[in-house]
C-alpha cells in the first residue's frame, strides 16, 4: 500500500508541476517540478525517506527513457557529427569522471575514490531535453542541436557504463586494470552486438505480425514499449551492458521503421509517438519530483556526515564549476578544431585574420553549448541505482551524501541554463508569431461558418439543415474561444461577455418570475435544462449555457431537486412545445444582448477596443438569433408569439430533428472541416497568409479530423 501512495504522490506531482508551469512561465519545467517535490516532501514527510531498489530504478526508468531516446534520433545527423559525438561521450565523460572524482575524494576523504568516480560519472550524462522547457526563448544552431541530442543519447551510455564499473569496485573493494579492460570490451561491444542483434529480432517480429495480417495497432505499441526492458534483463542475464543493448535496439528499430506507406502504419506512428511522448514525460518528471524530495534532508546530520551547510554547498559550487570548466574547455578547443562547411575552414585558421571577432564567436558557442547541457533526469537516476549495502554488508560509504551532492550539482546546472541560455542566445525566430496565427484562425472560422450558413438559409438538402446548426454551434464557440485568445480584444471581449452574460441573467429572472407564476416549479424544472441545451447547441460554453440554471432561494433549488428526482410523465408532444417556448425563451435573452451590445457600440469612440470587440460579439449573437429563429420557424422581431401556433405550423418534429441531426453529424461535420481547409487554401492562394501559418491552420483542422476519426 505504501508502494501504491507513493506512485500517486509521484504522479499528482508531476501533474501539479505542469499546471504551475503554465503560471510560472520565465521558470523551465523541471526547476517547477523539482519545487513541487520539495513541497510534497515538506508537507508529506514520509515520502522524503523513499526508497527504491537500484537494480528496478535502472530497469523501469533509465532503460526506456535510453530506447525512446535512440528511437527519435537522426540517423543522418549522427553520422555527421559522429566525430565530435563521441569526443564529448567518451572522452569528456572520461575527463569529467577524473577530474571531479579526485577532487570530490580530496574534499570529502570518507568517500573511497571509486564512490567517488561513480559519483562523476553519473555527472557525466547531459539532459538537453531539460532546455526544451526554455521553448522559443532560446536559439541554438542546427550544430549545437546535433551534438546536444546526438551527445545526450552517447554519453547516456558511457556514463552508466562508467558508473557501473566504479560501484563494481567499490562494492567489492578491488579493482584490476587487466580483469576492467577486459570486462569492459566485453560489456561496451557484447552489449553494442546483442542489442543490435535484438534490435533486429524486435523489427522481423513486427514484420512477421503485419505478413499475418495483424494490424492491431495498440497491440504493436505495446511490444515497442515492452521491448527495452526486455532487451536490457536478457542483456543483464548475458552479463553485457544493458543500456547499450538498449540504445542499439532503439538505433536499429528507428532505423527500420516504416515511413507512412500506408494507413496503418501512420495510425501506429500517431499512437506509438504519442504513448512514447507521454511515457518519457512521465519518467522525467517522476525523476524530478524525488529530486525536490530529497532536498528536505539537505541539512539533517546523517546525510551531510557531519560537515556544515556551507561546507556542503561549497562542495557543490565546486563540484557544478569543475564539471561545467571541463565541459566549456573540451567544447572551445573542438569547436576551434572545427571545419565551417560554409566557410571551408577550420575556425582555428580564421584567428590571423579576425582573431577578436573569431574568438569571441567560439567564446560564446562553446559557452551556449556548454550551458546548454545540463545534468538532469538520468543523472539523478543513475545515482539513485547506488546500492544501499557493500559485498561484506556494511553500508555504501557516505551513500545519502553523494546523492544530496549530485541533486545539488544538477539543480545549480539548470538552474544556471534557466537564467543564462536566453540571455546568452536569445530566439531569432522571425516566423508568424502565435497571435498572428490566431487572427487569421479567426478570419478563416468566420468564412467557413458564412459557408456553412449560406448552405442552410439555400435549402437544398433540409434533412441535412439539423446536423448543421449543430456544427455551426460548434464552430462558433471556436470561434468565441480563438477570439478571448487575441490579446488586442481579450480583455475587452471577456468583459463584455460577462456583462451580457449578467444581461441576460437579469432578463432571464424575469421570465422565470412571469413563468413560475402561472406553473409549479416542478412543471418548470424541464425547462432549465432546455435552455442549458439549446445555448449549448447554438455556441455557448461553460458558464454561457448556465444562464437559467439560477433558482433564487434555497426553497425554489429544493423543488428544483425534488422535481428532477420525481419527474411527471409528459408527452412527446408536450415535450416538443415546450422546447418551443423555450426556444422563444432563447431568442427574447438574445434580443436584449443586442440591445446591450449595440449600446456599448454606440457610446464607445469606434477606434476603441471595447467597440471592437463589441462589433465582434453583435455579429455573433445575431447569428445565434437567426439560428434559433430558424430552428422555430419564427421570423418576428420580437418573441410575443405564441409557441402553439409555431409549433402546429411546423414542418419537422423534434424528434424528427434530432434523428437527423444524429444520422448526419458525423457527414456534415467532415464536410465542415473540408471547408475549413478550402478557405486556408483560398487565403493562401490569394497571398494573404503564407506557407507556414497556413501549415499551422492545416495542422489545427487535421487533429480536429483525427479526433472525429475522420480520414
Known sequence: MESFELV??????????????????????????????????????????VRIDSELFLVLFIA???????????????????????SLAIGL???????????????????????????????????????????STVHLTKRQKALLLGESLMNDASGVVCFQFAIAAAVTGAFSAAEAGFTFVVMFFGGIAFGIVAGFVAFLGVSLLRRRGLENNIVHVLYEVFTP??????????????????????????????????????KHNVLSNGFWEIIAYVINGVVFVLLGMQLPQALSPTVTGGYGPLYLIGIIVVLTALVMLA????????????????????????????????????????????????????????????????????????????????????LCTLILADVLLARLSPSQETGASEETIKCFEVMVLKNTISELESKIAHGSHPEYEPATRVVLGSYRTRLIKAQLEIAQYSDAMATLIRNTLAVQRKRFDELEREMLAHVSAQAAAPYYTLLKNIRGSVGYYDKGTHVGLRPGSL????????????????????????????????????????????????????????????RILLDEHRSIKETLQKRVGYTGEQPG?????????????LSEQYRLSHEYLAMITAAALSIELEKIGELQATEVIGEEVARALRQNVYVLQMNTGIE
Request: glycine fraction near 4%; include cysteine.
Open 8 to 49: 500517486m504522490v509521484l504522479l499528482a506531482g508531476v501533474i501539479l508541476a505542469s499546471l504551475a508551469e503554465q503560471l510560472i512561465r520565465p521558470m523551465s519545467l523541471p526547476l517547477v517540478q523539482i519545487a513541487t517535490g520539495l513541497l510534497a516532501a515538506l508537507l508529506l514527510p514520509r515520502v522524503a525517506n
Open 64 to 86: 526506456p527513457l535510453l530506447f525512446n531516446e535512440a528511437r527519435e534520433s537522426s540517423r543522418h545527423e549522427l553520422r555527421t557529427n559522429l566525430s565530435a559525438i563521441l
Open 93 to 135: 565523460v572520461g575527463v569529467t569522471v577524473l577530474v571531479v572524482g579526485f577532487v570530490l575524494n580530496m574534499l570529502v576523504p570518507s568517500i573511497p575514490l571509486a564512490a567517488a568516480f561513480a559519483c562523476a560519472a553519473a555527472l557525466g550524462p547531459t539532459d538537453a531535453a531539460a532546455v526544451s522547457a526554455l521553448g
Open 229 to 266: 526492458f526486455l532487451i536490457f534483463l536478457l542483456a543483464e542475464e548475458l552479463s553485457v551492458s544493458g543500456i547499450l543493448a538498449v540504445v542499439a535496439a532503439g538505433l536499429v528499430m528507428a532505423r527500420h521503421t516504416p515511413r507512412l506507406t500506408t494507413t496503418e502504419q501512420a
Open 327 to 410: 565541459r566549456f574547455v573540451w567544447v572551445f578547443v573542438m569547436e576551434l578544431g572545427h571545419r565551417d562547411p560554409e566557410m571551408g575552414q577550420r575556425k582555428i585558421t580564421q584567428l590571423s585574420a579576425s582573431f577578436k571577432e573569431t574568438l569571441t564567436e567560439a567564446v560564446k558557442e562553446a559557452l551556449v553549448t556548454t550551458i546548454a547541457g545540463p545534468k538532469g533526469a538520468l543523472t539523478l537516476s543513475i545515482i539513485f541505482t547506488i546500492p544501499l549495502t557493500l559485498e561484506n554488508g556494511e553500508a555504501f560509504p557516505e551513500r545519502e551524501f553523494i546523492i544530496l551532492v549530485t541533486a545539488g550539482v544538477i
Open 555 to 614: 426553497f425554489m433549488k429544493l423543488r428544483m431537486l425534488y422535481a428532477y428526482l420525481n419527474p411527471h410523465k409528459v408527452s412527446d408532444e408536450k415535450i416538443e412545445l415546450m422546447y418551443y417556448q423555450t426556444c422563444l425563451f432563447a431568442i427574447e435573452l438574445e434580443c436584449v444582448a443586442l440591445d446591450y451590445l449595440e449600446g456599448v457600440c454606440a457610446a464607445a469612440d469606434s477606434s476603441q477596443d471595447v467597440a471592437k470587440a463589441a
Open 641 to 653: 408569439a405564441d409557441a402553439r401556433r409555431l409549433f402546429e405550423s411546423k414542418q419537422c418534429t
